[in-house]
C-alpha cells in the first residue's frame, strides 16, 4: 500500500531541505556541492533528497526557485505597505541588503549561479525569469519619478543594485549601512531626485 502524504508535512520538509541546501551551496559552491554534502547539512540520506527532487540538479533548480522569489517578493510587499515615496525607497534599500550574514549569503548564491547558468541554458532561463520578476519591483520604484521613461529607469536601478552587491562581496569588512546609504544615494540619483532631507513630491505608484 501507496504511504500517504500529508501536503503541508511535505511543503514544510521539502523548505527545510531546500534551506540546507542553500546553505551547503554557501559553503561548497554551485559547482562543488555533492547531494553528500547537502544531505549532511540537512541530517538526511541522499535518498530522501533524491525521494523530493529527483536529482541534485532538480535540487539547486527548486533552490534557486524559491531563494529568488522569497527576496523579490518581500521586496514587492515591503515597497507597497511604505506610505511614502521616501519610505518605498527605504524599504527598497533595506531588502537589497539585509543583515551581513544573509546579504553576503544570498549575492555569494545569486553570483555563482549565474556563472554556472552561463553554461546551463535550463539554469539560463531561471535566471531571466528572476530578473523578469525583480525588474517588475524595479518597475514600481521607477515609477515615483512618473511613468515617461520608466523602464530605462527601472533597469538602471537593477544595475545600481547588482554592482553594489558585487562590490560587497569583494569587501572584507563591508559596513551594511555604507552600502545602504551608496544604494540610497543612486536610487534617488536614478530617479531625479533632490539630495536626502529635501522634500519630494508624492506620487501613487502605478
Same mark, same amino acid.
Not at 17 to 28: G, K, N, Q, S, V
Not at 66 to 72: D, E, L, V
Not at 115 to 128: H, I, K, S
Given at each position: 500500500?501507496?504511504?500517504?502524504v ?5 511543503r514544510?520538509?521539502?523548505?527545510a ?12 559552491g554551485?559547482?562543488?556541492v ?15 533528497l533524491?525521494?523530493? =527532487? ?9 533552490v534557486?526557485r524559491? =531563494? ?5 517578493v518581500?521586496?514587492?510587499?515591503a ?9 518605498k525607497?527605504?524599504?527598497? !534599500?533595506?531588502?537589497? =541588503? ?9 549575492y ?6 549565474l ?14 525569469a ?10 514600481e ?24 552587491? !558585487?562590490? =560587497? ?6 559596513d551594511l549601512e555604507?552600502?545602504r546609504?551608496d ?11 533632490p539630495?536626502?532631507?529635501?522634500? !519630494?513630491?508624492t506620487?501613487?505608484?502605478?
Open positions: 500500500m501507496a504511504r500517504k500529508n501536503p503541508i508535512q511535505d514544510l520538509r521539502r523548505a531541505l531546500e534551506r540546507a541546501a542553500y546553505l551547503a551551496i554557501y559553503e561548497r554551485y559547482a562543488g555533492t547531494l553528500a554534502d547537502i544531505a549532511a547539512h540537512a541530517g538526511v540520506s541522499r535518498g530522501t533524491v525521494y523530493h =527532487f529527483g536529482s541534485r540538479a532538480g535540487l539547486l533548480a527548486a534557486m524559491r =531563494f529568488s522569489r522569497t527576496i523579490a518581500a521586496t514587492r510587499r515597497v507597497r505597505q511604505a506610505g511614502t515615496p521616501e519610505g525607497l527605504r524599504a527598497y !534599500v533595506d531588502n537589497q =541588503f539585509y543583515g551581513l550574514v544573509n546579504t553576503r549569503r544570498f555569494t548564491v545569486s553570483l555563482d549561479f556563472a554556472a547558468a552561463t553554461r546551463d541554458p535550463e539554469l539560463m532561463a531561471m535566471q531571466r528572476f530578473l523578469a520578476e525583480s525588474l517588475a519591483v524595479d518597475l520604484l521607477a515609477r515615483l519619478a512618473g511613468p515617461a521613461g520608466a523602464e530605462g529607469r527601472a533597469r538602471l536601478l537593477r544595475a545600481l543594485v547588482e554592482g553594489l552587491s !558585487v562590490r =560587497f562581496l569583494a569587501d572584507a569588512e563591508p555604507v552600502y546609504a544604494c540610497m544615494t543612486g536610487l534617488r540619483a536614478v530617479l531625479g531626485w539630495a536626502e532631507g529635501a522634500a !519630494v513630491s506620487q501613487s505608484l502605478r
